[in-house]
């Protein structure tokens, strides 16, 4: 199993410019999720799927949007790239939350906007 | 809503010393509380979760529902154990997994 998978790993974008963020999963997980970590703020979560055609915002949503049509793939979409975007993003996916069930995290996208 | 709060963004120790890492969190029910680390050029990993009441890589974690803390805890640091620590928090209920997470805090342990 790869897990979950990303990319890009590195991307800068111009400011006002859109790009979409990959995120795949191969362990048939129901939940998944996307974060931003910033210096010294910790993970703030963005969106979150709990299956195929069904998505939520999280704490931070303003400026993206999220698709999920299948259960393997959960793409973030910055339209309006600012300044404030730059971060560093990671995409989760976890099974149906039982207890302790746990989150498992990709390897990040380090994003810039200039 | 729940906060989890790390106090302490650096912790610096010795090789051999003991370590604790602090969390702080708040929340009215009855929550799930998990650390999770990250070491260097690898992603974000599990490390252990309270309801499991383990020892993973001679870290130890106990849930303090009086002073609703969550602190990490290690009796001789080794230098392997430099990583980014998070704290995270899950809410009873229907949650759907979500996470809430400390700030960090980022431990080296030198030789």
């Known amino acids: 199993n790869a897990g979950v998978t990303q990319t890009p790993k590195f991307r800068i974008l111009k400011i006002g410019q859109s790009m979409t963020l990959q995120c795949t999963q191969d362990m048939n997980h129901n939940y998944m999720y996307w974060y931003r970590q910033d210096p010294g703020m910790g993970l703030k979560l963005i969106y979150y799927?709990?299956?195929?055609?069904?998505?939520d915002k999280g704490e931070v949503p303003n400026g993206y949007n999220v698709s999920r049509s299948t259960t393997e793939d959960f793409p973030l979409r910055l339209e309006l790239a600012a300044p404030s975007q730059t971060s560093v993003y990671f995409c989760?996916?976890?099974?149906?939350?039982?207890?302790?069930?746990?989150?498992?995290f990709g390897p990040g996208t380090r994003l810039t906007v200039l | 809503a729940q906060r989890v709060t790390q106090p302490e963004k650096l912790l610096s120790v010795f090789k051999g010393a003991p370590v604790e890492l602090k969390c702080n969190y708040s929340y009215s029910g009855s929550p799930e509380l998990f650390w999770y680390v990250q070491y260097s050029r690898q992603r974000l990993q599990l490390l252990l979760r309270?309801?499991s009441r383990e020892s993973i890589k001679g870290f130890t974690a106990d849930l303090n529902k009086g002073e609703t803390s969550f602190h990490l805890k290690k009796p001789f640091a080794q230098e392997e154990d430099s990583a980014m620590y998070y704290c995270?928090?899950?809410?009873?209920?229907?949650?759907?997994?979500?996470?809430?997470f400390g700030q960090g805090t980022i431990l080296t342990v030198h030789p």
């Open positions: 995270a928090l899950r809410a009873g209920g229907t949650s759907y997994g979500k996470l809430t």
């Open positions: 799927s709990v299956g195929a055609g069904i998505t």
């Open positions: 309270h309801i």
């Open positions: 989760a996916s976890s099974p149906p939350s039982g207890r302790g069930d746990t989150q498992y």
